[in-house]
């Protein structure tokens, strides 16, 4: 079958013939329906991240089951979607086992398309404990993408920012998963403030009925310390002081985005209005399938682009370039 794969040391993808994947006895033999694309996968790439052993990439996969391990007593129809979990967890941690299965660390885990074979290829295996089904109404692309732009913000925003009904929220980065986080936190009746740079970026956030929608350059019309919640989608340091500044006393800063390895803390005022600075890591299998209902509800509607999967080096130059709106999925 075919496969996009990462070679150590490679700046692309290596288009490639591989054997079919054999389900383990817990598998299940997914054919891919859809993929997205995604910057971790440049941060590979770029060797931020070193594998010493190749794989195939793709941690944002949709499909179909097609194949069960013998251990695997679950029925699946022809055509039913299921969605993987990425962060794959091993299910019998303390983590796993409390539901906080993004935090995994169980040695038996690894992250599928992140140093083990994913779903830049026509099948992929999957434990069968780490899919999700996929609500009818929703394509495959909507799925993939789903997986990780959605469920990131959604973790991000309700789970560490806790935000709720009346909450006011800025968020700082209307990328692809900022302009998803900008649609969970208005589903969650959240009171929403949305900034960037790029002017379309802001029209789009219009267009979801955000309350108040600015340029980043003119932020001081803003009052400061009037935010419950300030989630900053891009983590460099001039975005990191924005949100120190907005951030209420007592309030929460929810970092997501990995713009700069490192972003000072104004201890000052950290210390004497309480502020809490939140990191936040992917999401888990409870919120994925509370996130499928969210959008077959229509609350949140994903931008998606689609490409051929044969075409996944060209879309990750785009990417790398900032080429890309808001998320691309490739279809094998
Ligand atoms: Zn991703
Ligand atoms: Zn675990």
């Known amino acids: 079958?075919?496969?996009?794969?990462?070679?150590?040391?490679?700046?692309?993808?290596?288009?490639?013939?591989?054997?079919?994947?054999?389900?383990?006895?817990?598998?299940?033999?997914?054919k891919v329906r859809a993929a997205g694309i995604c910057h971790s996968d440049l941060h590979v790439l770029h060797g931020e991240v070193p594998y010493k052993e190749s794989f195939?990439?793709?941690?944002?996969?949709?499909?179909?089951?097609?194949?069960?391990?013998?251990?695997?007593?679950?029925?699946?129809?022809?055509?039913?979607?299921?969605?993987?979990?990425?962060?794959?967890?091993?299910?019998?941690?303390?983590?796993?086992?409390s539901g906080h299965d993004n935090l995994c660390n169980d040695p038996s885990r690894t992250f599928i398309g992140l140093g083990q074979d994913g779903a830049y290829a026509e099948y992929m295996k999957v434990p069968a404990r780490n899919i999700v089904k996929v609500p009818k109404g929703i394509s495959p692309e909507v799925a993939a993408v789903a997986t990780d732009a959605v469920l990131t913000p959604y973790h991000a925003i309700k789970a560490m920012g806790q935000v709720q009904m009346g909450s006011k929220v800025m968020i700082i980065g209307l990328g692809g998963l900022g302009m998803n986080g900008i649609q969970i936190a208005l589903a969650l009746g959240a009171n929403v403030t949305a900034c960037d740079l790029k002017e379309p970026n802001l029209e789009m956030a219009k267009s979801f009925g955000v309350q108040t929608v600015i340029n980043s350059k003119n932020l001081s019309v803003l009052e400061p310390q009037s935010y419950d919640v300030v989630i900053d989608f891009v983590g460099l340091e001039a975005t990191f002081k924005d949100a120190q500044n907005f951030v209420k006393p007592g309030g929460t800063i929810v970092l997501v985005g990995l713009g700069s390895a490192t972003a000072p803390v104004t201890t000052a005022s950290a210390i004497t209005y309480q502020i809490r600075v939140q990191g936040t890591f992917w999401g888990t299998h409870i919120e994925m399938e509370e996130l499928y209902d969210l959008i077959a509800a229509g609350k949140i509607k994903p931008q998606v682009e689609t490409a051929p999967?044969?075409?996944?080096?060209?879309?990750?130059?785009?990417?790398?370039?900032?080429?890309?709106?808001?998320?691309?999925?490739?279809?094998p």
């Open 309 to 331: 999967l044969k075409e996944v080096n060209h879309w990750l130059h785009e990417l790398a370039e900032g080429k890309i709106k808001s998320r691309m999925a490739l279809i």
């Open 56 to 97: 195939t990439m793709g941690h944002e996969a949709c499909g179909e089951v097609v194949e069960t391990g013998s251990q695997v007593t679950e029925k699946f129809a022809p055509g039913d979607l299921y969605a993987v979990h990425g962060p794959n967890p091993c299910g019998h941690c303390n983590f796993c086992r």
């Open 1 to 30: 079958m075919f496969a996009a794969r990462y070679v150590p040391g490679q700046k692309e993808l290596s288009l490639t013939d591989v054997p079919k994947p054999k389900p383990g006895p817990q598998d299940v033999i997914l």
